[in-house]
């Protein structure tokens, strides 16, 4: 599937608690970014409509056979949503596409089939930690016992709708827990079509369910409510702080966090096939035009071979097809927002003003209707001081940095507030693995950049990039608790 009409893709603005559709007061306007029409408006839940979800999942978690049933039941329950989520593609992708940013292509071919696996992933966990016996002394007998939380309240950004928030469900729901999950407020409604399946799958109701609306009502309501065992969420460090002092307000809830970035990549001269390694840097950055919690957004190359790998970015960004989420093509989507948009162009304006060069793009892209286009940019001639190089952009924007040896590299990838994800690009492998020693992130990715479909691998970030981890076992390990049991052997003996 490559394209649709976007008049003809219908939504549900509604939320979806205790099994079913709940329509909703309040109204925010929700836009395409593609063209910047109005498609909906979206109902806000305030702290009765989420007291309502939370006691409905509470219920569901008590009384529903979600917790009691055998775990494998649990996973074949989920493996069948999976299944489902799959064959649902030519609805799903386009519900995707149309308010967000990803090309129905993309949707299609990348972001449903991987929301699908990673359920399946985490199925394959529901009866694999139960726990275990301790090496206590003879006369007693020890144990760990993993126990869902309960109600887990999940909060997610509008960047990959689907997969963030499956990041977030599939391994809370797979340890027995029941969701309730506040999508971004800018793309709300592909997961109601995740919870509609959910039910059709065999997940009981109110184990699974939606509440939209904006974070200052709808997200505070729901980390403070008093039913909510723990909160994970992933979004902007500015928002995770919030987050983490309403669990500390309201109950010393446990967080998982996964923030904002502004990963290095780093380019040493000897890295083999300094062309193919600048595509790979352009795609870092230009990927979902920027809108990638670990775009590589800080390039550091060794000096020699800068101008080489600059005209190597620059042509690969040329070669982007900027287009509407349901244009056949596109490989440069829109921003999410007018006012992402602006925000961009205001970092960039002020960062050339006070010195740097643009080497490529630097403005907005005009397309028909109002879209929110930004041209893929590289900066040159910054500082660490710069404005481009020290916030999270959130957009195709790439700073390029020179250096002439691995201590300067190393000093020049530190940020001073974020550790998400770094790159390292050479062929001498004893300096890529100092490198890897040396930087703080989160994830260290050598001669590559990106995830593979390895959902083993953990993802989460160092520093004020975040707290715990989404993916691989320790997501899973993250949504429960763990009993400590002791027993007395020597009674009646
Ligand atoms: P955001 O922080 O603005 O919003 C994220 C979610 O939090 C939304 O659902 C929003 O409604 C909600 N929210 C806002 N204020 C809240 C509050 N006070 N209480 C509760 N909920 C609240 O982030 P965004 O703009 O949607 O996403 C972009 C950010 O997410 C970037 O910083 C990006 O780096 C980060 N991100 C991180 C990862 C990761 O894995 N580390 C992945 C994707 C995105």
Redesign the pocket.
């Known amino acids: 599937m490559d394209s649709f009409d976007p008049n003809r893709v219908s939504v549900r603005s509604a939320h979806f608690i205790g099994g079913q559709y709940v329509e909703g007061e309040g109204a925010l306007d929700v836009a395409r970014p593609s063209d910047g029409v109005f498609y909906a408006a979206l109902p806000v839940a305030d702290a009765a409509v989420v007291d309502r979800a939370v006691e409905d999942a509470w219920r569901a978690f008590k009384t529903s056979d979600w917790t009691r049933r055998a775990p494998r039941e649990r996973a074949r329950v989920m493996r069948r949503w999976a299944e489902l989520i799959e064959a649902d593609v030519a609805a799903l992708a386009p519900l995707e596409a149309l308010g967000s940013t990803r090309p129905v292509a993309d949707a299609a071919r990348w972001d449903i089939p991987f929301t699908a696996e990673g359920i399946r992933f985490y199925s394959e966990f529901a009866d694999r930690v139960g726990g275990e016996v301790a090496a206590t002394r003879p006369d007693h007998l020890g144990m760990t016992i993993a126990e869902p939380y309960g109600v887990i309240a999940a909060?997610?950004?509008?960047?990959f709708p689907l997969v963030?928030a499956s990041w977030k469900i599939a391994p809370a729901l797979a340890a027995g827990n029941a969701v309730v999950l506040?999508?971004?407020?800018?793309t709300p409604f592909s997961v109601l079509r995740l919870a509609e399946l959910a039910i059709e799958a065999g997940i009981p109701p109110g184990i699974f369910n939606v509440v939209q609306g904006?974070?200052?009502t709808t997200?505070?309501a729901?980390?403070r409510h008093p039913k909510i065992s723990k909160v994970t969420?992933?979004?902007?460090?500015?928002?995770g702080a919030?987050?983490m002092a309403?669990c500390a307000q309201s109950g010393t809830k446990p967080v998982t966090l996964?923030?904002?970035?502004k990963s290095p990549q780093l380019v040493f001269a000897d890295a083999p096939d300094l062309d193919r390694v600048a595509r790979r840097v352009a795609a870092a950055i230009a990927g979902n035009a920027g809108q990638v919690?670990v775009a590589g957004s800080r390039l550091m190359v060794e000096r020699s071979a800068a101008p080489r790998l600059i005209d190597g970015i620059a042509s690969a960004f040329a070669a982007l097809k900027p287009g509407k989420t349901w244009s056949p093509g596109t490989t440069l989507p829109p921003i999410i927002s007018a006012p992402q948009l602006q925000r961009i162009d205001g970092i960039v304006r002020r960062t050339l003003d006070s010195g740097a060069q643009a080497a490529a793009g630097g403005a907005r892209i005009e397309l028909d209707g109002d879209g929110a286009f930004y041209a893929p940019t590289i900066l040159t001639g910054v500082t660490p001081a710069s404005e481009a190089v020290r916030e999270?952009i959130?957009g195709p924007v790439l700073t390029v940095q020179t250096f002439d040896d691995d201590d300067e590299a190393l000093a020049l990838a530190a940020h001073e507030k974020y550790g998400?994800a770094a790159g390292v690009h050479t062929a001498d492998l004893s300096r890529a693995l100092r490198m890897m020693r040396g930087i703080e992130a989160g994830t260290v990715w050598i001669n590559r950049y990106g995830r593979t479909a390895d959902f083993v691998i953990p993802?989460?970030?160092y520093k004020q990039?975040?707290i715990g981890k989404?993916l691989g076992r320790q997501a899973f390990e993250a949504n429960l608790r763990f009993k400590s049991v002791l027993i007395d052997l020597t009674d009646g003996a």
Do not use: H, V, Y
């Open positions: 909060i997610s950004p509008w960047n963030m506040k999508p971004s407020e800018l904006d974070g200052r997200g505070d729901l980390c969420f992933t979004g902007s460090t500015q928002t919030a987050i309403a996964e923030l904002g970035g919690c999270e959130f998400l993802t989460g970030g990039s975040g989404d």
